[in-house]
C-alpha cells in the first residue's frame, strides 16, 4: 500500500487560508469517506482535526475544514494563527482492513 | 476522560525484540480498535495494524506481517505491540491510538525505540 500523496510545505501569513492537498487512489481516497487529518506538533501526540472527510471533532475550531473530489481530500486553515504551524498528516481507510497515511506537509505560519 | 499511556523509551541492540505497551482507560476497553502507528526519524506517519481488543484479533500493514504481533490483556486495559527481529531502521517514535470506523481519534504520549549497537 503506497502512501497518499501531500506537498512536503505550505505557508500563509496570518489571517490568510492555506489548502493543503492529499491525493491518493479509488481504492482509498476515492472509494470511502474515511479521510482524516492529524495535526501534529513535534514531540506530542498526533491530534485528529478532521474525520470521515469534513467532520470536525468536539474542540476543533472551525477554522478547519475538509473536503473531498475524486482521488483528492483537501484541508483548508481559514484565518491563520500562529498556532497552526504544525506538521499535517492526512489518512484515508484502504480496503482489506488496512489505513494509510500521507506523507505529511509542514505548515509554515510566516 | 480517554486515555491512552505508553510505556518508557528502549534502546535495543539489532535483532533483538521490543515489547511496547499501551494503557487505556476513560472508555469501554472493548468498543474500539486500537491500532499503532510509527514515525521514524525526519518521516512521516506509517500504519502498522491494529488488535481487536473484544477477541483479540489482528490485521497487520504488509511490511510488518510476520514481525510484529499484537496482543492485549483485557484484565488491565492494556495493549501490546511486540517487533521482533529489529534493526536500525525500526527506529522509531511508536505510537497506539484508539480508533473509531474512520479515524484515530485518541493517540498515546510515543514510545521511542532505539536500536543501535
Known amino acids: 500500500q503506497s502512501a497518499l500523496t501531500q506537498p512536503p510545505s505550505a505557508s500563509g501569513s496570518p489571517g490568510q487560508s492555506v489548502t493543503i492537498s492529499c491525493t491518493g487512489t479509488s481504492s482509498d481516497v476515492g472509494g470511502y469517506n474515511s479521510v482524516s487529518w492529524y495535526q501534529h506538533h513535534p514531540g506530542r501526540a498526533p491530534k485528529l482535526m478532521i474525520s470521515?472527510?469534513?467532520k470536525r471533532p468536539s474542540g476543533v475550531p472551525d477554522r478547519f475544514s475538509g473536503s473531498k473530489s475524486g482521488n483528492t481530500a483537501s484541508l483548508t486553515v481559514s484565518g491563520l494563527q500562529a498556532e497552526d504551524e504544525a506538521d499535517y498528516y492526512c489518512?484515508?481507510?484502504?480496503?482489506?482492513?488496512?489505513?494509510?497515511f500521507g506523507g505529511g506537509t509542514k505548515l509554515t505560519v510566516l | 476522560q480517554v486515555q491512552l499511556v505508553q510505556s518508557g523509551a528502549e534502546v535495543k541492540n539489532p535483532g533483538a525484540s521490543v515489547k511496547v505497551s499501551c494503557k487505556t482507560s476513560?472508555?469501554?476497553?472493548?468498543?474500539?480498535?486500537i491500532h499503532w502507528v510509527r514515525q521514524a526519524p525526519g518521516q512521516g506517519l506509517e500504519w502498522m495494524g491494529r488488535i481487536n481488543p473484544g477477541n483479540g484479533d489482528t490485521n497487520f500493514a504488509q511490511k510488518f506481517q510476520g514481525s510484529v504481533t499484537m496482543t492485549r490483556d483485557t484484565s488491565i486495559n492494556t495493549m501490546y505491540m511486540e517487533h521482533s527481529s529489529l534493526s536500525s531502521d525500526d527506529t522509531a517514535l511508536y505510537y497506539c491510538?484508539?480508533?473509531?470506523?474512520?479515524?484515530?481519534?485518541?493517540w498515546g504520549q510515543g514510545t521511542l525505540v532505539t536500536v543501535s549497537s
Open positions: 470521515e472527510v469534513n
Open positions: 489518512s484515508s481507510y484502504a480496503g482489506s482492513k488496512n489505513w494509510v
Open positions: 476513560g472508555y469501554t476497553f472493548t468498543a474500539y480498535f
Open positions: 491510538a484508539r480508533g473509531n470506523n474512520y479515524a484515530f481519534d485518541s
